[in-house]
């Protein structure tokens, strides 16, 4: 209750806002009164874009002009003044001048308000002050602005409203839009990569009937005009994996997951994954892959191998260390599962150590307990976690000299799991035998355990090669790569629990 009354607007401001709007709403109608209403322009001249001009200042300068963008800041001086402008790019200072754009287009031109969008053209200049500039011919409102927005010196700094009104955000807060735009720079980079990899990008089904290929528990639905319920994907896997049956040998996709799960700063209920599978390699081709994927991402998008994530330095451009989790156990929790040779005895030690678990719990989950509570936050620089216990892993190929683990990796950075990979099991016996012991969890509570998919499974029997498969979590890798707080600052419409007036 105390999170929504910090969040509401006071009763003061919002009287002031309604006046506000009053106000605006009348400019517009007397517009419309005197066959001006911007509402039915349709179109814009756009000749160039605010940065273009800083970057083309000698080519440009006392040459015309077109732009169009948002009013941000308005100084009227009489039978002068300025307004500052923004765009997609940038912003530029417009000098207004009753002489230069006639009488009754300045008498308009005053009404303007903070918020409005226009299209100016006219001639580039430098002020006295060396500010790159138009000097206005004609400047002509295209949209009314009919809501104030927020005080220029407080700004919008509320983290709720910013992630409930992203639009509001991104006018108000150019740094965000940067992130934005860094976000889709990162996205493109990857597809150039893999693409130049002979990789092809793909789709797959979100409304599935079997919603496996990780540990989540699914959204559900029914779907009327067959009356059949489905579910929402959780994972790219299966179907991508199916390509690989069918002969396409290396495939990719980037999309929306959705996974039924808390909020924080790492999780959304839906997120977006990158999947790819590649025939005829194995986890080890996979670490190869994302080593050089990364690299080649953060040059292309940072200029540098060296990020930043909150004041921690990470070095891309070194070799990323390769731990098995034993070792990582052992090196950190003090702790040789070599040494732990049954279910019984990994709990006890569990118990000796307080780390909680549960009765269905076996010896590889423990490990992967201990890992969580001793090792996982300590994997700052890039670092692959290799050969996961088999019971927390059930699409991967076993070790061939250790069966009780598998051909795995996470990729961790900053402490964060940022990638999952495999060699992947191809085997359909042995993965039969493993989406039994996953349905076995399902009877016993494990909400998240995986089904039994029959078709995947007769996929398989028609044989697929040797596959080296890996998952990236897009949005922290963003995240990471642009030094953002939480997956809310790049997602832009992050999950928000609905305010009363929206249901």
């Known amino acids: 209750m105390a999170d929504e009354k910090k969040n509401q607007i006071p009763a003061e401001q919002e009287v002031n806002v309604n006046e506000l709007r009053k106000i605006r709403v009348e400019k517009l109608e007397n517009l419309q009164k005197a066959g001006k209403d911007p509402f039915k322009i349709t179109t814009a001249n756009q000749e160039y874009h605010t940065v273009d001009i800083a970057e083309k200042f000698d080519e440009l300068e ?210 977006t994954l990158m999947e790819l599978y590649q025939a005829y390699t194995d ?59 049954t279910d019984e005895e990994a709990k006890a030690l569990a118990k000796e150590k307080g780390i909680e678990f549960e009765d269905r719990h076996k010896r590889g989950d423990i490990l992967n307990l201990f890992f969580e509570e001793y090792v996982e936050d300590k994997l700052i620089q890039p670092t692959f976690l290799m050969d996961h216990p088999v019971e927390i892993s059930p699409l991967t190929k076993r070790k061939p000299d250790a069966p009780d683990y598998v051909e795995r990796f996470e990729f961790f950075m900053n402490g964060w799991e940022l990638a999952n990979a495999y060699s992947e099991l191809n085997d359909p016996i042995d993965q039969r035998a493993r989406f039994k012991a996953q349905d076995e969890l399902f009877a016993q509570g494990d909400e998240e355990a995986n089904h039994t998919d029959e078709d995947f499974l007769t996929a398989l029997e028609y044989g697929m090669a040797p596959t080296g498969g890996i998952g990236f979590g897009i949005d922290r890798m963003v995240m990471l790569l642009t030094d953002s707080p939480a997956i809310r600052d790049v997602l832009l419409f992050p999950t928000m629990k609905s305010l009363p007036n929206d249901k």
């Open 283 to 341: 986890y080890h081709g996979m670490m190869d892959l994302t080593e050089n994927l990364y690299r080649t991402v953060a040059k292309e998008v940072l200029g540098t191998t060296k990020i930043t994530y909150n004041g921690v330095e990470m070095d891309l451009g070194k070799p990323f260390e390769r731990i098995t989790m034993i070792d990582a156990v052992k090196k950190y929790a003090g702790v040789d599962f070599t040494n732990i040779k």
């Open 62 to 271: 006392n040459k015309d002009v077109s732009v169009a963008g948002r009013i941000m800041s308005k100084r009227p001086m009489g039978k002068a003044g300025f307004i500052n402008i923004n765009d997609r790019d940038g912003k530029i200072q417009v000098y207004v001048r009753r002489d230069d754009i006639g009488e009754e287009e300045y008498a308009d031109f005053k009404k303007y308000d903070i918020g409005d969008i226009v299209e100016v053209t006219g001639f580039v200049f430098k002020t006295k002050t060396g500010e790159i500039s138009i000097h206005a011919k004609s400047v002509k409102l295209l949209t009314k602005s009919l809501l104030p927005l927020p005080e220029k010196y407080h700004g919008l700094t509320n983290t709720d409203t910013r992630y409930r009104q992203r639009y509001l955000d991104l006018i108000m807060n150019p740094d965000v839009k940067d992130t934005f735009i860094k976000r889709s720079l990162i996205i493109r980079a990857i597809r150039r990569y893999l693409d130049s990899e002979g990789f092809i990008e793909v789709e797959t089904p979100m409304l599935v009937q079997n919603a496996g290929g990780a540990a989540a528990r699914p959204f559900e639905t029914h779907f009327n005009a067959l009356n059949e319920d489905l579910k929402l994907r959780i994972s790219l896997e299966l179907y991508l994996k199916r390509l690989i049956v069918g002969g396409m040998e290396r495939v990719y996709e980037i999309g929306r997951v959705f996974r039924n799960e808390g909020l924080d700063t790492r999780h959304n209920p839906e997120f």
